[in-house]
C-alpha cells in the first residue's frame, strides 16, 4: 500500500502482559515517529528515528516502553507489563526527511489493558 | 521547550455557523501545518503555511498564519457535519520535528 500502515488495528490485553505493536512506514521515509492518544486527547510524542541516527527517546514514559526500527523500515513499539493506564491509540507517522516535514499517520493501534 | 497552544478545546457548533480556533506560541516557527482527525483514524495534513501573514483557503476552510509565525488560525464558514474531527496545529522549529497542539475538538450538529 502508499501509507503508513499499523498492526494490530486492534489489541486487548492482560494486565502485566507485553504487547508488540508494529509500524510499516511509507517506502523511502527515512523518519519515522510514534505517539500515544489517549481518549479524547491530543498526540503525545513517545519516540522518533531519523535515518542512521540514535532515536529521539525523550517521550518515552517509562522503562517499560522501547521501541526498535530494523533497516531503516519497519517499527515495532514494545510495552513490557502493561498497565491499564497504557490503554490508548498508539499512532505512527513517517516523513520523508526529519525536521519540520509533513508527516503521514497510520490509522493506530488501539490497545485496551484488561 | 516550544509549546503550541490552541484554543478553544471543545467546541460544539449548529450546521452552518461559521467558527475559528487558534494556535498560539511564545515561539517563532519556520512553516506551521494543520491536521484534521477524523474518529477511528489518523491525522491528515490539510495545509501548510510558511510565510508571516499568509492566507491559505481549502473551500470553506481559511488558514492565516501571523506576521511574527508565532501564531496561526483556522476559520470555517458554514460548517458541515463533515468538518467533524480534531484539529491539530503543528509547528516546525527548524530542524527538529514537529511540536503538535493538544488540538480542539469540533462537532458539527446538523
Known amino acids: 500500500g502508499a501509507g503508513v500502515s499499523q498492526s494490530p488495528s486492534n489489541k486487548v490485553t492482560e494486565k502485566g502482559k507485553d504487547v508488540e505493536l508494529r509500524c510499516d512506514p511509507i517506502?523511502?521515509?527515512?523518519?519515522l515517529y510514534w505517539y500515544r492518544q489517549s481518549l479524547g486527547q491530543g498526540l503525545e510524542f513517545l519516540i522518533y528515528?531519523?535515518?542512521?541516527?540514535?532515536?529521539?527517546k525523550s517521550g518515552l514514559p517509562s522503562d517499560r516502553f522501547s521501541a526498535e526500527r530494523t533497516g531503516g523500515s519497519v517499527s515495532t513499539l514494545t510495552i513490557q507489563r502493561t498497565q491499564q493506564e497504557d490503554s490508548a491509540v498508539y499512532l505512527c507517522?513517517?516523513?520523508?526527511?526529519?525536521?519540520?516535514?509533513?508527516?503521514?499517520f497510520g490509522p493506530g493501534t488501539r490497545l485496551l489493558v484488561l | 521547550t516550544q509549546l503550541l497552544e490552541q484554543s478553544p478545546q471543545f467546541l460544539s457548533i449548529q450546521e452552518g455557523e461559521n467558527l475559528t480556533v487558534y494556535c498560539n506560541s511564545s515561539?517563532?516557527?519556520?512553516?506551521l501545518q494543520w491536521y484534521r482527525q477524523e474518529p477511528g483514524e489518523g491525522p491528515v495534513l490539510l495545509v501548510t503555511?510558511?510565510?508571516?501573514?499568509e492566507v491559505k483557503k481549502l473551500k470553506r476552510l481559511t488558514f492565516q498564519f501571523g506576521d511574527a509565525r508565532k501564531d496561526s488560525s483556522l476559520h470555517i464558514t458554514a460548517a458541515q457535519p463533515g468538518d467533524t474531527g480534531l484539529y491539530l496545529c503543528?509547528?516546525?522549529?527548524?530542524?527538529?520535528?514537529?511540536?503538535f497542539g493538544k488540538g480542539t475538538r469540533l462537532s458539527v450538529i446538523a
Open positions: 503555511v510558511v510565510t508571516g501573514g
Open positions: 507517522a513517517s516523513s520523508l526527511g526529519g525536521g519540520g516535514e509533513t508527516q503521514y
Open positions: 528515528f531519523q535515518g542512521n541516527s540514535a532515536p529521539d
Open positions: 503543528a509547528g516546525a522549529p527548524g530542524n527538529t520535528p514537529l511540536v
Open positions: 515561539s517563532v516557527f519556520s512553516s
Open positions: 517506502s523511502g521515509h527515512t523518519a
